[in-house]
């Protein structure tokens, strides 16, 4: 089942570069279910997509998400238009995420768990990179899928929440 509406190009989509953890990836299958929103899985993945772990971590949610998996970072870029905005969320970032101005359309690019996004790949879109804060300096990061959550849902907030249920 394809959750979009046919012909409508989707509010935002979501990427997950390189995931480890099995039940953020769950989770965050369940918020794009949630705000029909397609998400984009970029390999290498740390876990097997038959995993009861990433099905546990998403429950019943898989059938209702458009989803899509590359083989590397190349693939997916060289699938992109020209026009299209990938916003990069890493810590260390210049700009605040509720600071970007959203627009219909826009990629919200998520590393791993464990290494975040290539500096490199940071570096060469500084201009997009945005970052969550946090207070406690002691406090290494916040949980993946909390990051996307927070993130998407300004960007939904910005774009006055389409699709929402009248």
């Known amino acids: 089942m394809n959750p979009l509406a046919p012909g409508s190009p989707p509010t935002l989509r979501v990427v997950l570069l390189e995931p480890e953890i099995p039940p953020n990836t769950g989770n965050v299958a369940r918020l794009c279910a949630a ?3 397609p998400l984009h899985l970029v390999e290498p993945l ?9 099905k546990r971590g998403g429950m019943d949610y898989w059938e209702h998400v458009a989803w899509t998996r590359w083989p590397s970072w190349i693939d997916f870029v ?3 238009d020209p026009n ?7 810590q260390g970032g210049p700009r605040r995420y509720d600071q970007a101005e959203f627009r219909r359309g826009d990629w919200l690019v998520f590393g791993r768990e464990t290494a975040g ?4 790949l940071l570096e ?3 201009e997009r990179w945005l970052h969550i804060p946090m207070a406690n300096p002691a406090a290494r990061s916040l949980n993946l899928s ?3 959550a927070l993130v998407t849902f300004e960007a939904l907030r910005q774009l006055g929440f389409p699709g929402e249920p009248a």
Request: with cysteine; aromatic share 10%; hydrophobic share 45%.
């Open 46 to 54: 740390g876990f097997r997509l038959d995993s009861a772990t990433l």
């Open 78 to 80: 060289r699938h992109l």
């Open 146 to 148: 909390n990051c996307v």
């Open 124 to 126: 060469a879109h500084r």
């Open 35 to 37: 705000a029909r929103l």
């Open 117 to 120: 996004l290539p500096s490199a």
């Open 84 to 90: 299209d905005r990938l916003w990069f969320v890493e």
